[in-house]
Each structure stands twice: as structure tokens, then as C-alpha cells.
């Protein structure tokens, strides 16, 4: 009688999984071509009637400083995305890891956790995850380019693959066509593949925006290069490309041929040049560059700094970042500039500021690497004592994490 109930316990504890594991294809450690965070990979892919389930791992390396405590958490508002941003399916839910909230992985600590969502219709072969975008020091679980197991489906087939000896099925008289172009979003059936020589008509889409002085508000003519990061057909290493904004209105048009994601900078002569990640799919983009002025007294946070937790270490995703202070600085060869580093209220407050100290000497140290001579930049290190929010919530507290760069003279 312990026996049936111990059995009946466990049924109704993995209900949910074996209900959702009635697997039709399976690829075992699938062909990545880029992804946002090296701790974590993918284990396995799985394709059922009703979900695409991603099996990860989260790794932390061994470390000697068992104070060294990073967190994991999977945002609900994660895509996949196939062909070019064609399509995205949606998340489901989550096994082992929590949504939106921090759950703390110490260092050594293995985590394996599960992500749902909807199913990638059959025939596309690659996608991308994309969880979120990157801010302050939290990294997503962004995947670019996951090879999969994926076959279309053939008509009057169930998902799963038939012999190759069971001969085709003999079409019907005057058989209505699988796929019918369409010219209007959102017009007509949605095709599930199309016939193969038969192209549908595409979509004119574009990135477009205004460039302007941020405290000014008057258009500026900026230079806005783009380059597409990841896409059905990209590998993320092909060229970049460039248009000019047009005056007198400052107003830019990237016309989209290959649909994905893009990485925009927009550069102006007496400017800093302020980048985006922008996701296009079968509507336009629309992106407004506020350019902040070379100006002695400026200050701008270089968001896309990294450090690891409790470190001071740059991590290789800081580097174009501070390329791209290193290129405004070359063209401003007297301009000298202020580094100042900040942390949360949490942990011991003279560690904090040793620490926010030896994290912009670092940044330093790397621009002088790379010509800047030493003179030209100043630091100082705040630890917790200049907060930009009330420093209480896990939201707020990685907004605090930061270095600001401050323009003491052009």
C-alpha cells in the first residue's frame, strides 16, 4: 500500500513533465553559433506537438572567495526567433530557475534548469533565443543561431518522420495551393511552408529615426552604422554598413533586406555616439538618437562596462565600449576625462569603495593600452556613497554598479 501511494505521489509530481516530453525530435547539444553568457550552454532541444523545450546549464568556475555569490533568474518575456525575426514563439514557463526574481548560485554551483515555449513550426532548422537586453551588470541567456532537428512537415503527415518507403500521397483533383503570397500583413492564411520555387512577396521594413542634440533637441546630421548581428542566414561577423542622416530634419532610413537583429551606432562630430540592439521582424523600427555633446562638465555612465561579481576584472563584452572612448578621445587629443566608479549598499562599506577604486584604475589601464596617454584620465572610486535610486530592490541595486565618465576638459 506504500508502494502505490509513494508511486502515485511521484506521478502527480512529474505530471506536468511527462505530459509535455512526448518528444518527436531531439538534438542533442546543438551547433550554437554565438551566445551572451560562456556560463551557461545548452544541453539538449526537444520538440513535442505542443512546446520547443531548451534544456540549460549554468556553471560557475571554482573560486577560491566564497564570497563570490552571482544570481540566475529567466525573464517571461523572452522570444525565440527563426528566419530573420519572420516569427517568434513565446515562453511557457520555466523548470528550476525563477522568473524576473535572482535565485544566488555560489561558485563551483551546477544549475540545470528547463525553459517552455511555443512550438517552432516544422521546416525552420535555426533560431535565437533572445531573453532580454543586457543592463548594468546583468548578462541574459541570449542564443544566436541554435542548429536544430526540424524537418517540415509533409501534407497529410503527423510530425513525426514516416519511411522512407511509404509512397506520397496521391493529390486530390483541383487541390487548393499550400501557400499563396501575400503583399499585406496580416491578409490571408499564414502559410505553414512555402512551395519550394514559390517566394513570397516581401515586406518593405526599415530602421528609422531622428539624430539630435540631446540638450539642444535640434536635429543633428550623424553618420547611423549598422551591421546584423544574427539572423536565419547570419553567422554575426559580416560587415558593417552606413547612411547618413538628412537635414533639416536629422531623419534616417536603414532599409531591412535581411530581417533580424542589428546593432545601431550613431557618431556625430563633437558627440558621443550612442548604440542600440534592435530586432526587426514585418514592421518598421523606429529609433531616436539623443547625441550627448562633447562638453567640458558632461557626464555619461558607460553602460556597457562589465565587471565580474565582487571583481575587478573587465570582461571581453566591456571592450567595444571603451573602443569606442578611445576613438572620441583620439579625435579630441586634448580632452582629458574623469573615471568615477560606484557599487550598491551591499557588503562592507571601505570594500566597496576599494573596490568601485580598483575598477575604474582597471578601465584606465585599458585605454592606456591602448594609446591614451596615462595623464589624460583621472579616477576615483565612491563606492556606495552616490546612489542613483533608492539602492533597496534587486531591481534597483545593478543600476548603482556602475562608472561614470565625466569630460573635465576638451
Known amino acids: 500500500m506504500k508502494r502505490q501511494l509513494l508511486t502515485c505521489l511521484m506521478l502527480l509530481f512529474w505530471a506536468p513533465t511527462l505530459w509535455a516530453q512526448q518528444v518527436q525530435y531531439t538534438t542533442e547539444r546543438p551547433r550554437v553559433d554565438d551566445v551572451n553568457d560562456e556560463d551557461v550552454t545548452i544541453q539538449r532541444v526537444e520538440l513535442t506537438e505542443k512546446y520547443t523545450i531548451i534544456y540549460m546549464r549554468h556553471s560557475t568556475p571554482k573560486e577560491n572567495d566564497p564570497l563570490n555569490i ?4 529567466f525573464q517571461p518575456t523572452s522570444r525565440l526567433y527563426v528566419n530573420q525575426g519572420e516569427r517568434s514563439y513565446k515562453f511557457v514557463r520555466a523548470e528550476n530557475i525563477p522568473l524576473e526574481t535572482r535565485r ?5 554551483e551546477r544549475v540545470d534548469f528547463v525553459a517552455f515555449f511555443e512550438r517552432i513550426d516544422p521546416g525552420y532548422t535555426t533560431f535565437d533565443l533572445f531573453e532580454c537586453k543586457d543592463r548594468g551588470t546583468y548578462t541574459c541567456f541570449n542564443f544566436w543561431g541554435v542548429h536544430i532537428t526540424n524537418p517540415a512537415r509533409k ?8 519511411p522512407r518507403s511509404v509512397p506520397p500521397t496521391q493529390p486530390k483533383a483541383n487541390p487548393q495551393p499550400r501557400y499563396t503570397p501575400r503583399t499585406t500583413p496580416g491578409v490571408g492564411d499564414t502559410p505553414a511552408k512555402p ?6 512577396a516581401p515586406v518593405a521594413v526599415a530602421i528609422n529615426g531622428i539624430t539630435r542634440d540631446a540638450t539642444t533637441k535640434k536635429p543633428v546630421a550623424a553618420t547611423v552604422t549598422f551591421r546584423l548581428l544574427s539572423g536565419a542566414e547570419a553567422a554575426g561577423d559580416g560587415p558593417a554598413d552606413s547612411i547618413r542622416s538628412t537635414m533639416p530634419g536629422g531623419t534616417y532610413r536603414i532599409p531591412v533586406e535581411t530581417r533580424g537583429v542589428y546593432a545601431v551606432t550613431a557618431s556625430a562630430r563633437g558627440y558621443f555616439s550612442q548604440s542600440d540592439t534592435l530586432a526587426t521582424n514585418r514592421v518598421d ?16 555612465t558607460l553602460r556597457a562596462v562589465y565587471f565580474n561579481v565582487s571583481k575587478f576584472d573587465l570582461k ?11 576613438g572620441v578621445m583620439e579625435d579630441n587629443p586634448t580632452m582629458t576625462i574623469r573615471l568615477e566608479g560606484h557599487t550598491d549598499t551591499v557588503g562592507d562599506f571601505d570594500a566597496n569603495v576599494e573596490l568601485s577604486r580598483n575598477r575604474v584604475d582597471e578601465v584606465k589601464r585599458y585605454l592606456v593600452s591602448k594609446g591614451i596617454r596615462a595623464d589624460r584620465i583621472e579616477t576615483i572610486g565612491y563606492g556606495p556613497s552616490r546612489p542613483i535610486n533608492t539602492n533597496k ?3 534597483e541595486r545593478p543600476e548603482n554598479r556602475r562608472v561614470d565618465m565625466v569630460v573635465v576638459k576638451v
Do not use: H, M, W
Not at 70 to 73: A, C, D, K, L, V
Not at 104 to 108: D, L, Q, S, Y
Not at 155 to 162: C, G, S, V
Open 70 to 73: 552571482s544570481t540566475i533568474g
Open 104 to 108: 544566488r548560485v555560489k561558485p563551483g
Open 155 to 162: 501534407p497529410k503527415d503527423t510530425y513525426a518522420q514516416r
Open 195 to 200: 512551395e519550394v520555387g514559390v517566394a513570397p
Open 285 to 300: 523600427v523606429t529609433r531616436d538618437f539623443n547625441l550627448i555633446p562633447i562638453a567640458a562638465g558632461t557626464k555619461i
Open 316 to 326: 571581453p563584452e566591456s571592450f567595444p565600449e571603451l573602443n569606442r572612448l578611445v
Open 393 to 395: 530592490s534587486l531591481k
